[in-house]
C-alpha cells in the first residue's frame, strides 16, 4: 500500500487534533506531525491492519510526547491560555463554545477517550489499542468523561449571576468553630 492511502483520513486526523488540542494551528501542526511520522516510518504499519487506528496511535503518541515535553518546560501564561478562565460577558450562551470550553477542561485522558469513542466512532478496543491502555480503563474514562462533562454543561446554566437570586445576609447561617 501506498502512503497515499492516508489523504482519505486527513480530515478524521484534522477533526480529533482539533478537539485535542483546542487551537486550529496547534491542530493543523500535530497533523502535520502526525502524516510527516506516518510517512517517514510507513514500513512500521502491519499491511491489512487497520490504517485508521495506526494513524490514530501516532497521533496520540505526538499529542502525549508534546504534552510531556510542555510540563517539563518553565511555565509561561499567556493571555490566551487563561481566556477559558475569564469570566465573559452576560448574554445568550453559544451552546458551540461552551462544549468546546467544558471539553479543553477535562483531563486529556479523558477528553482523548472520549472523542476517539464519540467523534471518530471507534470501538472501545480500537481505543485501548490507540491510546495503549487496557479496555476497562478505557471504558472508566469514558464513563467519567461522559458525566464529568455534563457537570461541567449544567454549571454555567445553575450558577450564572442572572439566574441566582440575591441573598440576604439574615439568610446566611452563622459559622461554626470546630476543634
Given at each position: 500500500m501506498q502512503p497515499q492511502a492516508i489523504v482519505e483520513?486527513?480530515?478524521?486526523?484534522r477533526r480529533y487534533a482539533r478537539a485535542l488540542t483546542g487551537d486550529a494551528w496547534a491542530a493543523d501542526d500535530l497533523v502535520q506531525d502526525t502524516l510527516e511520522r506516518a510517512c517517514s516510518r510507513w514500513r512500521l504499519w502491519l499491511a491489512g491492519s487497520d490504517l485508521r487506528a495506526w494513524l490514530f496511535?501516532?497521533?496520540?503518541?505526538?499529542f502525549v510526547s508534546a504534552y510531556r515535553r510542555r510540563q517539563a518546560a518553565?511555565?509561561?501564561?499567556?493571555?490566551?491560555?487563561?481566556?477559558?478562565?475569564l469570566p465573559g460577558p452576560h448574554g445568550a450562551p453559544d451552546n458551540a463554545l461552551d462544549l468546546q470550553r467544558c471539553l479543553m477542561r477535562l483531563p486529556d485522558?479523558?477528553?482523548?477517550?472520549?472523542?476517539?469513542v464519540t467523534l471518530e466512532d471507534l470501538s472501545y478496543a480500537e481505543v485501548a489499542r490507540i491510546t495503549g491502555t487496557p479496555i476497562g480503563t478505557v471504558m472508566s474514562r469514558l464513563s467519567r468523561a461522559r458525566e464529568r462533562l455534563r457537570t461541567l454543561m449544567e454549571a454555567p446554566a445553575q450558577t450564572s449571576l442572572a439566574a441566582i437570586p440575591l441573598a440576604e445576609p439574615a439568610s446566611?447561617?452563622?459559622?461554626?468553630?470546630?476543634?
Open positions: 483520513y486527513i480530515p478524521a486526523l496511535t501516532v497521533m496520540h503518541n505526538l518553565p511555565a509561561t501564561v499567556a493571555l490566551d491560555d487563561l481566556a477559558d478562565e485522558e479523558q477528553r482523548e477517550v472520549l472523542l476517539l446566611v447561617p452563622p459559622l461554626r468553630r470546630l476543634k
